[in-house]
């Protein structure tokens, strides 16, 4: 299957700043890319959509201005946490698709581990 | 609403005996079905998915999944479980502009 890689795979940040998580499709385009939110012990969350060249969409109660998404290219999608606090402490994951047919799949990120202190 | 439905939060099974894991959703049209496993720290690996066709699917690492429309179920088998198999499995549907729908997930336990 498609390769998908994040980046870091775990931070460490204090309260207040930010971190940005980097998702890269590394062997095919990725038209559309998610990023999810997992809570210890529990499902994934969907935060976000975001399509190359336009503006994520976001899920009912997720914050855009505190998560900010950017799909610069097809390769290539950007979570900021924004003004990090300890409640943002959370696996996030990615995923990639490329649909280009019905029968496309998405394939995800081994996740980022973030701590806020 | 579309959603889906693990009734089994952890399920212990001993080594070399079968897996049955329990999918069950609710959604209007043709369904596009998946199977994911996710071991500690790590991200998602699909294990197999059914979009049409044939309703018993194969996947990888020797498990398959059968589609009953008539139930709206999509369960995860395997005849012979091994200890590497230990892991959280997620059934998931996708619902519209291609959002993937997740159960909450069965915690499977392998006794040696």
């Known amino acids: 299957g498609a390769v998908v890689s994040q980046h870091p795979s775990r931070v460490i940040c204090k309260s207040g700043t930010s971190v940005k998580i980097e998702c890269r499709s590394l062997d095919f385009q990725a038209t559309t890319m998610f990023w999810y939110r997992q809570f210890p012990k529990k499902s994934l969350m969907l935060m976000a959509t975001?399509?190359?060249?336009?503006?994520?969409?976001?899920e009912q109660g997720v914050e855009k201005d505190k998560f900010l998404i950017n799909h610069a290219s097809l390769t290539l999608s950007t979570l900021t946490v924004t003004s990090a606090h300890p409640e943002d402490s959370s696996f996030y994951i990615c995923s990639a698709g490329s649909r280009q047919s019905s029968t496309d799949t998405q394939y995800f990120g081994p996740g980022t581990r973030l701590t806020v202190l | 609403a579309q959603s889906v439905t693990q009734p089994d939060i952890h399920i212990t099974v001993s080594e070399g005996a079968s897996l049955e894991l329990r999918c069950n959703y609710s959604y209007g049209a043709t369904p596009y079905l998946f199977w994911y496993v996710q071991s500690p720290g790590q991200g998602l690996q699909l294990l197999l998915k059914y979009f049409s066709g044939d309703t018993l699917v194969q996947g990888i690492k020797g498990f398959e999944a059968e589609f009953k429309r008539s139930q709206s179920s999509f369960n995860l088998r395997k005849p012979s479980v091994h200890w590497s198999d230990a892991a959280e499995y997620f059934c998931a549907v996708e619902g519209s502009s291609y959002k993937l729908i997740f159960g909450s997930g069965t915690r499977l336990l392998v006794r040696p």
């Open positions: 975001s399509n190359e060249g336009s503006k994520a969409t976001y």
